[in-house]
């Protein structure tokens, strides 16, 4: 009966072994279906929860998360459950030396489970526990959160000597491994979020960054938040003379000032090459948003060394404060970007404020803008053709195509009354685009029509669509199948060549590949050197019309005629001349040599079909030229 006894004992302590193990491995499931699917933005609930119901499963007083910073020499307090009502401060708990007590060393470099009692433990960690938790002494266990190295530690703490088994800190390591796994995804989703929101250069926010904040600030009740809108003049410069790496440590510098001078509410951001976003946190008025902005780029504008260079950049800013709230976050940052150039146009370092001025200006630029998009998809878009004659003998050379659009509201317009919003807003692509296509239709059409008439078209190319790496591709495309070899002329202004010499002249070697001419427009407008026009392949040079206006009144006008004449003829370019108005201006082009030339003088831009007199005629009688001024 003895032995019966003590096999029915065993068999029920393997029995309660079996339901602890069972126990044991539903709690580390419960734990694992909590932290699994847990977000960013409830892990520390999350992580609460669990010490929570650690210190329900095990009956201890007290539960602790802690994580190792080796590079500080440092165990800091994550969590605890149940946290203290009033812990000290400084919290002799909250943050401690690894080297402060045995204890606490020993969970810097932890590998195993971690057992102490109160015989066995050491006096300068009760006494630290002492004078954190009042409690006189403690037993524990704690298991590390493994890594490469040891992260952090997990630790169950009792006012009263506690034995552990092997299998609670066996369950125990378990959780550990997966509040290390949270924590390794949760650092993942950091990095990650902090990639999409943070300029990788700076370190500043970034484009996402500043509409997320903006957003948010202006829906918090009773905050006035100010845009400050900075660019550094010309940073272009500075990557084309003296490399990017310069460039990029001027931009990086300037994130620093940017940085340095404003409160901890502030946001700064960098949103594009040379640009900077602040946003000013509870600024009263326009004034103080002002006055910021203005030290601000006094600070930027200061000169900084940078590998034995000094820069010295201009800088200017536009301000506007997020008063209305039907404003979108977007249209605020345009409204900055608006007072902006408005800066630019005033000189160096300045801060200009958007006002009812500019917001006018910005609503009919935003009209301009969606009434462009609209023309060119209902069609309202025209071109003219002007003649370019042989001043001796009326002889048509060419035409220059001439874009015009059928304003809804203002009847027809010439390109200079949209061409800055259709080049800032990027619809010149497309729009140049359109223009291409119509004017080799055109072209091809007059050739079948004509074919004894051999004249140029001319178009004009923007300084964007001469950068946008897409052109050759548009021009083969107008040129194919249609009999436009050498009679298609592409004009581009200096100011377009002079933003990148070698891209430009990359671009205008592929287009003269496909049978292109190249001339150069508004020659003379003091933008490009001689070494600079010596490397572009061109054909023609246009001579600006502000040196043909004065001809005959400033004398020496003629002369710097006379040396342009001289000038293309030793790089083999043909000259035309623009804004040809009267007979003096005729007589003093033939006279150095100047046949080609345009103008309303010679003949207005006109329509396709009203054109045609000219082309059956093959150009004008010279008689009817403008008589003289």
């Not at 004398?555 to 009267?582: C, F, K, Q």
Request: proline share 4%.
């Amino acid at each position: 009966m003895e032995r019966d006894a003590g096999s029915v004992d065993r068999r029920g302590d393997l029995e309660a072994d079996a339901e602890a193990g069972r126990r044991l491995d539903r709690l580390v499931t419960w734990v694992a279906s909590r932290l699994m699917p847990v977000r960013r933005d409830e892990a520390d609930e999350a992580v609460a929860g669990v010490l929570q119901q650690l210190r329900h499963f095990f009956d201890v007083d007290t539960v602790f998360l802690r994580r190792n910073d080796h590079e500080r020499g440092a165990s800091v307090l994550v969590d605890e459950w149940p946290r203290r009502p009033s812990p000290p401060h400084p919290d002799p708990l909250g943050e401690v030396a690894f080297d402060a007590d045995p204890v606490f060393l020993a969970s810097r470099d932890l590998r195993d489970a971690f057992v102490l009692r109160p015989r066995s433990s050491n006096d300068e960690y009760q006494e630290r526990i002492r004078r954190g938790s009042g409690v006189p002494f403690v037993s524990m266990a704690m298991v590390p959160l493994m890594g490469r190295e040891t992260d952090g530690v997990l630790g169950l703490v009792s006012f009263a000597d506690r034995a552990w088994s092997a299998e609670e800190t066996g369950a125990l390591q378990a959780i550990a491994s997966m509040l290390l796994q949270l924590w390794g995804r949760l650092a993942a989703e950091d990095e990650l979020h902090h990639q999409a929101t943070h300029d990788a250069l700076t370190g500043l926010g970034n484009r996402r960054a500043l509409f997320e904040e903006l957003d948010r600030r202006r829906a918090a009740p009773g905050r006035q938040v100010a845009v400050v809108f900075v660019d550094l003049d010309n940073h272009k410069d500075v990557n084309d003379v003296l490399g990017h790496e310069v460039g990029d440590r001027l931009l990086i510098t300037i994130g620093e000032r940017v940085r340095s001078m404003i409160r901890e509410e502030d946001f700064p951001a960098r949103i594009g090459g040379d640009e900077f976003v602040v946003l000013l946190d509870g600024v009263a008025d326009e004034g103080e948003a002002q006055a910021a902005a203005e030290r601000m780029v006094a600070l930027i504008a200061q000169p900084v060394t940078i590998q034995g260079h000094e820069l010295r950049r201009t800088v200017s800013a536009g301000v506007v404060l997020a008063r209305n709230p039907e404003t979108s976050a977007d249209e605020l940052v345009g409204q900055a970007d608006t007072a902006l150039y408005r800066a630019k146009e005033l000189g160096s370092n300045q801060a200009v404020v958007f006002d009812e001025s500019l917001r006018v200006a910005a609503q009919e630029r935003f009209s301009t803008e969606a009434l462009l998009r609209r023309g060119l998809r209902e069609g309202t878009f025209e071109l003219y053709y002007q003649p370019e004659l042989d001043l001796a003998s009326g002889r048509l050379l060419a035409v220059e195509a001439l874009l015009r659009w059928h304003h809804p509201y203002r009847g027809l317009l010439g390109a200079d009354a949209f061409i800055e919003v259709a080049e800032s807003s990027r619809i010149v692509l497309e729009l140049g685009e359109w223009v291409l296509e119509e004017a080799a239709r055109q072209a091809a059409e007059w050739a079948e029509r004509f074919p004894e008439l051999k004249i140029d078209m001319r178009v004009n190319v923007s300084p964007l669509q001469l950068r946008n790496p897409g052109l050759t591709r548009v021009v083969a495309s107008c040129l194919e199948g249609r009999p436009l070899e050498g009679r298609l002329t592409l004009e581009i202004t200096e100011h377009a060549v002079m933003h990148d010499v070698e891209q430009a002249r990359h671009v205008l070697a592929e287009l003269r590949g496909l049978g292109v001419t190249v001339a150069l427009d508004d020659f003379g407008t003091g933008y490009s050197s001689l070494a600079q026009l010596r490397r572009l392949p061109l054909d023609f040079l246009k001579i600006d019309r502000a040196f043909v206006t004065s001809l005959g009144t400033v004398p020496t006008d003629r002369a710097v005629l006379d040396a342009i004449m001289r000038l293309g003829a030793a790089y083999d370019l043909e000259l035309i001349a623009e804004g040809v108005e009267s007979r003096a201006h005729i007589e003093h082009l033939l006279a150095v040599g100047c046949r080609r030339a345009q103008g309303y003088g010679l003949a207005r831009p006109l329509p396709a079909q009203a054109l045609e007199p000219t082309l059956v005629a093959g150009g004008v009688d010279a008689r009817s030229f403008a008589p003289s001024a």
